[in-house]
């Protein structure tokens, strides 16, 4: 049997004198596809999402009332622990390509893709965490798009993300269910 050779080829000497070079970069190499400052831009949006997620959990695990808000507040407790697991994968990514992650507050809101609503009662909590489930599961997928072959490690990331993301509406709409029965979200 005659040996198939692969058709990859690589210039070793090349990639260590790159290696050598700009070390300034950090995990920025010549064959990163992407414009870094774009890059980061993309992700600080996806961090002030995050930031605005933890803080409404927050919000609604410590205000849930009524009979069932025990079990409802420490649903709202486990996704914000969650959000701030993400916001510290992503600041961390931030930081590697080179960029500053932004935290400052004044303008979290304003960069973020979800919205920060208290909700009057636990359904309406409950229904404003599942749009902002929503809205960051579009976005996410977008980002993922995006990324695609050219920041595969930010890929996998917002991938990573995304399953969490989808198990939290996953919940969210189960918690609407079971509160306000099937069909639920006529409003």
């Known amino acids: 049997m005659t040996e198939k050779k692969s058709s990859f080829s690589v210039d070793i000497a090349a990639i260590r004198r790159r290696a050598r070079e700009h070390l300034e970069r950090d995990v920025v190499t010549p064959n990163y596809k992407l414009d870094v400052?774009?890059?980061?831009?993309?992700?600080?949006?996806?961090?002030?999402?995050?930031?605005?997620?933890?803080?409404r959990y927050k919000y609604h695990a410590v205000s849930a009332a009524g009979i069932a808000s025990k079990s409802v507040a420490d649903e709202f407790t486990e996704h914000a622990e969650d959000e701030e697991k993400h916001a510290k994968w992503i600041s961390?990514?931030?930081?590697q390509l080179g960029g500053d992650p932004d935290f400052d507050p004044s303008g979290v809101t304003g960069r973020s893709?979800?919205?920060?609503?208290?909700?009057?009662?636990l359904l309406d909590m409950i229904r404003e965490n599942l749009v902002a489930e929503r809205i960051a599961i579009e976005h996410y997928r977008d980002l993922i798009r995006f990324f695609a072959d050219r920041d595969p490690t930010s890929r996998r990331m917002m991938e990573r993300i995304l399953t969490d993301e989808e198990e939290h509406a996953s919940d969210m709409h189960d918690l609407l269910v079971a509160h306000e029965g099937l069909p639920m979200l006529t409003r």
């Open 37 to 55: 400052d774009t890059a980061v831009a993309l992700l600080n949006t996806a961090l002030a999402t995050e930031i605005v997620c933890i803080l």
């Open 92 to 95: 961390e990514r931030i930081n």
């Open 113 to 121: 893709a979800t919205e920060y609503v208290k909700g009057a009662n």
